[in-house]
Structures are given as C-alpha cells and as structure tokens.
C-alpha cells in the first residue's frame, strides 16, 4: 500500500509538474519586442527572434518610439528591449529602470560610440569638437540632424540648444527617422557640404561615409558607453528558459557591423543575413545557449544546428 500512495503521489507530483510547465509555456510562448527602427537593434532582434523560432518560440516585434518602448515595458505590453542604450538613456534608465519598474537584465554589448559625427573633410577643415561648431555656424545653416522624435539623444541635444551650450542656442534639431538622417548625411556628403548628425557604432554607417565623432558632449553621451537587454517587470521570473537566453545573449561590434553591411550591400533582408552569418559562425551558439531548452523541453544547441 505505501509502495502504491508512493506511486500516486509520484504521479500527481509528476502531473503537477507537467501541468506547470504547460501554464509558463502558453504564457510565455510568444515574446513581444520593440524596435525603434535603429540598424542595430534590428541585428539583435534578429538574432533573437532567430533563436527563440529554432527553440519553438514565436517572436514578435513592434517597431515604436524610445519613450512608448520604455512605457510598454512598465505595463507589461513589451517584455523586451535590447536597445538601452547607456549612458545615452540615462534620463530613461533613471525613470524606469532605477524606480523599479523596468528591469535592466543583460549587458549585450560594450565600447559603443554615440555622439555627434561629421564628415571627414569638416573634421579636416576644423571642426573636432562641440565648441568648434558655432565657429562654423553659417557653414552647418545652424542646423543639428537628430533621429526619431522622442529619442533620448535628441533630448539630449535639444537641452544643449536650451542651455545654449557651446554657444548653439540658436541652432536647430532636425529631427527625422534614421534612414532619412542617413539620406541627409548622404546628399551633404556628395557635395562636400557642411553637416552635423547623430552617430553610433556599431552601425553601417562607419563603412558607407568617411566620418569622425566629436569630443565635448561627453556629459550627455559619456566617452564610450554599453547597450543592455531590459525586460518587463517579472519576465525573467515568470519565463525563466526565455531569461537565461536573453542572459546569455552577448554581441561584439565586428558581429553587429557585419550583419548590416551584409543586408545593406547585398540587398537582402536582416533576418537573411543573420541566419548566414550565424551558419558561418555556428561556435556562438554554445555561450548563446548554455543551459537553454527548447519550448518542449528539448536541447536547444541540438535543435539549433538542426534549424542550421
């Protein structure tokens, strides 16, 4: 009889367990991401979503503001976000993240650059930092090119013009999505024209335009700085399996860079580019996915070569 009771609680333990696991697997199934419509991001959202489909997971990515990102991710409407940029999003960070309700996960990538840029032949004719700006005013038509409204970079330069920093109040923030700053950066370029613009690495943008970053703005933008992976309250705790990844996730610059100079220059999707330069590189996916299960339970490494 005790042999039986043990059996049937074995059992119930065992039905418990399964039932369990079938409640986090419907719960946390489908992963919600945002994109602020930056190249990079793109990359990493990519390579997640590539890994989250080969482990029976289903992404899914919403392209959306800094701020209603950050919002999202407070009220449980997005679980993900690999696009904190640090120090860059100080102001967001200190809102969200350090009041509690939006958690900093990860570190996913180190020794990025994001500041003001110019040409090469503006750094050549004088202009190396933000106070040279202003000696050069007519030159630049007083003009600032941002990203997207709402940024916390452009924020950033929108104080500098409030405060009249570097004599530039009488400047403007041109603010436009990524694409069209690029476009922009890429007429002034053809004719040698003077242009001031918002600039990162990684990012394609430092193979397709001979450029240079200013010194000067590191009190808004830091000399270097980090980009880590944030999360909603509770995700971590609620969709471990999914956490761990997300943990383990780690990005170099060299990687990033050549994914987007792939999809740029070969004129193929991100998603395409990602799933190539993973196969030539399948070593990754052993840090990527240490300790990861598949939805089912399965080995995730062995389900990932498998998808390769």
Partial sequence: MNRINALLAGGLLLAATTFQAQAEDTSCSTVKMADPGWSDIAVTNGITAFLLDGMGYKSKIDTLAVPIIFGGLKDGLVDVFMGNWMPAQQAHYDKFVKSG????LAKNLDGTEFTLAVPDYVWNAGVKDYADLSKFADKFDKKIYGIGSGAPANQSLQEIISKNEFDLGQWKLVESSEQAMLSEVGRAVKRER??????????????????????GGEKHFGASGSVYTLTRKGFAQACPNVGLLLSNLRFTQEMENSIMAAALTKKGSTAEAVQAWIKANPQVLEQWLQGVKTLDGGEALAALKTKL
């Fill in 194 to 215: 003077f242009i001031t613009f918002l600039g990162w690495t990684p990012h394609p943008m430092n193979v397709q335009f001979k450029m240079k970053y200013l010194t």
């Fill in 101 to 104: 309700d939006v958690v900093q």
